[in-house]
């Protein structure tokens, strides 16, 4: 009895697996003599049996989601957001400047008529020398030496220091410009008020004014007076542009490798 | 267990795909690894809910193993893939059951909320007592499988649920042969035991096998 009972313990240890054929041949044979002699461990691997069936047939669970890798933003270079925030934010920095420069270049004409006029016009002609001359400014521009030249005619630039006393008579001869240019205001009022209105001014103060500016204004050739005064006044319009040339292509070259970056990896995954 | 020859075949042809996929992922081809997801995500989801018996968990563990295995592709060296995905999430389906040991709260609701749809494994002729009666044996060997001691729920649940050979689930375990054989034994004892204390679950050709 004890003997049988032994003989079990070493059986039931082989029934599972026996079950799965994955006893030695000895084993194999063993078990397959015992079993029919020995009803419990008969039963014992029945049970087994079915206890394996029962698991076999549990079903499979249905997956709540599919646990592929949602990729892209996983697999997106750890520098992109700072790419990306950088082409953001150079994006606004260009809106800015374009939109902020358009409203200095908008302002500028509008405050012309002011007594800084010669900054005023000096603006305009750059301006207009910047963007395409309108056919209104070249019009303006072609007027101008005819009123003032005859009358601020005498030193050329050299006569700069003789600018305090030789001030009264310029000033005087000027008034008669300034009469023949309002006349021509209302000769032809189809001229764009500003400029019209600009260029006899100018001409007043440049015939009565005290400053450095008269003896090169009062100067006869007007075509030599601009570019001087343009030369001074162009450079604080001229380094912006070139500013925002640099941010737009700066912009552009970011756009272009945010864009990249994320195509690639879009492509990727 | 043994595979017919033509499985054999188109086995070796999968195995092969697979080291393609394998190596297109360890370059970095997420398109490449998501297919070795597809293929993998159903046995690695349910092995996570056997022995985790809690759906919301089981998917948390799937989505961590298919992320760390994704980190760790490199480290893969060679053999089967499936058993070596299998490991990852048996390591973390023992991760957490050690969290649960140590807070014993979350688990109680997971065992009381998470019933298998009876659609899940309804046949068509199969009446209502039937399903009833089906459903209720689930659950006693869900509790049966729960009662054992993860390592041999682990050899039970890939060897007789999931229809791994002994050599993957000493694979998966990191075990010997041997180990794979006294655990599944001792693991199919004592289901058998919670089994037969309620012997009347059992569909009547189950019983039939057992009094014949």
């Not at chain 2, 060296?77 to 807070?103: P, V």
């Not at chain 2, 035991?193 to 039939?208: K, T």
Request: aromatic share 6%.
């Amino acid at each position: 009895m004890l003997d049988r009972e032994l003989r079990c313990y070493g059986i039931t240890e082989l029934l599972s697996p026996y079950l799965d054929g994955q006893v030695s041949e000895d084993e194999r044979r063993q078990v397959e003599e015992h079993l029919p002699r020995c009803a419990r461990c008969g039963r014992e691997l029945q049970e087994l049996r079915v206890t394996v069936q029962a698991l076999r047939d549990l079903p499979v669970i249905a997956m709540p989601r599919s646990f592929a890798l949602a990729a892209q933003p996983r697999t997106l270079p750890t520098f992109f957001p700072y790419l990306r925030n950088a082409t953001f934010a150079l994006a606004a920095m260009v809106l800015t400047m374009f939109v902020a420069s358009l409203y200095v270049q908008m302002t500028s004409v509008s405050s012309m008529p002011q007594p800084k006029d010669a900054v005023a016009v000096q603006q305009v002609e750059s301006f207009s020398a910047v963007a395409s001359p309108t056919s209104r400014e070249l019009e303006k521009l072609d007027a101008q030496p005819a009123l003032p030249a005859p009358a601020l005619a005498p030193g050329p630039m050299s006569a700069a220091p003789r600018a305090p006393s030789g001030a009264p008579a310029p000033s005087a001869a000027a008034k008669q410009p300034q009469d023949e240019a309002n006349n021509e205001v209302q000769k032809a009022p189809d001229t764009a008020e500003t400029g019209t209105a600009l260029v006899p001014q100018r001409a007043t103060t440049a015939g009565g004014g005290v400053s450095e500016k008269v003896p090169s204004s009062g100067d006869g050739d007007e075509k030599s007076a601009p570019p001087a005064n343009s030369a001074q006044q162009a450079p604080p319009q001229w380094p912006l542009l070139e500013i925002e040339i640099g941010a737009f292509i700066l912009l552009l070259i970011l756009g272009g490798a945010t864009l990249a970056v994320f195509w690639k990896e879009r492509r990727g995954t | 267990m043994a595979k017919p020859a033509e499985c054999a075949a188109s086995g070796n042809l999968i195995s092969i795909e697979e080291d393609a996929l394998i190596a297109a992922s360890r370059k970095g081809e997420l398109q490449a690894f998501n297919s070795l997801v597809l293929r993998y995500q159903g046995i690695v989801y349910n092995l996570a809910y056997r022995m985790l018996n809690d759906g919301e968990t089981a998917a948390d563990v799937a989505q961590d193993t298919f992320m760390s295995a994704l980190k760790g592709i490199n480290g893969f060296r060679g053999g089967s893939f499936k058993a070596w995905i299998l490991r990852i999430t048996s390591n973390a389906c023992y991760d957490r059951l050690r969290q649960r040991q140590r807070h014993p709260t979350s688990s109680l609701d997971a065992l009381v909320d998470d019933v298998e749809s009876p659609t899940e494994f309804a046949d068509p002729d199969a009446g209502p007592e039937e399903i009833a009666l089906r459903r209720e044996l689930m659950a006693h060997i869900r509790d049966g499988l729960l009662c054992l001691p993860a390592e041999q729920r682990l050899a039970v649940v890939l060897s007789d649920v999931q229809g791994l050979s002994y050599e993957e689930i000493a694979q998966v375990a990191n075990c010997s042969l041997g180990t794979v054989k006294s655990r599944l034994a001792r693991g199919r004892a004592r289901m058998r035991d919670h089994l037969m204390r309620r012997g009347e679950l059992l569909p009547s050709r189950y019983r039939h096998d057992v009094e014949g």
